[in-house]
């Protein structure tokens, strides 16, 4: 297991070349002259599996000695982190048991079983995933990989910033979404090394600011599952790994609506052609509700998955 440092995220990049996408960077002058500023939406809803998790996740299974690899891995995770666990030990020959809610996506979990992972679901609101996900661990001989509290994973998903500052260059301001910390951590250290000038901020749905309150606090504040149209920040709280970094690295720590992230889910199905699920939006919602704040600065935000069921996608647009 390596160290969460930009070493991490270099050696990380070498490790997932050939195998991640270099996710394109996609811009709107529509959007930029609402925010009257130059956006630069780096897209990870087009990464394999349809989320930047792929990253993290490869590299993590793709760091581990044959025997662990030859003995399989455990994780827990609502639907992204699993199927990017999924398809990582399947392109490495390694066996995988995804712990997900029940009441996951159906999309996702019918991917993540796609991929070749053996799913055992929980109920998210009655029982603790992170226990569930140790015992299996220790009755089967599994190797757990968490889906944001481990250094392999946080360097993974550093890759992202680092393909988006080596793109464009440095930023006056980052948006990136916010649910257990390791995108955003692994973003922290991308921009110490790479745009040290770039103000970072984590954004995570109104319902579900336990990041918030911690970085305000000084300390992991534990909350109950929230419930947000943003699947993928339904974290109770953040990581011992990712929680330092982010109080470190990170400007501040912003939340926004459901409702503002179905506009802007709306808003790059139409004006921009990209299908971005609900937890992907909260960088671009967040950017747009800061508005003028940012005129005449250069802005990148991460759209972090477009995995989202099509009936769901098409209703909450609708309004239904």
Known sequence: MNEANYDGVLAAARRIEG?????????????????GARAHLKCENLQRMGAFKFRGAFNALASLEPARRKAGVVTFSSGNHAQAIALSASLLGIPATILMPEDAPAAKMAATRGYGGRVVTYDRYREDREEIGRQLAERDGLTLIPPYDHPDVICGQGTAARELFEEVGELDALFVPLGGGGLLSGSALARQALAPGCALYGVEPEAGDDGRRSLRSGSIVHIETPRTIADGAQTQHL???TFPIIQREVADILTVSDSELVDTMRFLAERMKLVVEPTG????AAARRMGARLRGQRVGVLLSGGNVDMARFASLLAGT
Do not use: F, N
């Open 19 to 35: 195998h991640a996408h270099r996710t394109p960077v996609a811009r709107s002058r529509t959007l930029d002259a609402e925010l």
């Open 239 to 241: 990581g011992t790994l």
């Open 281 to 284: 939006c909260l960088g671009l």
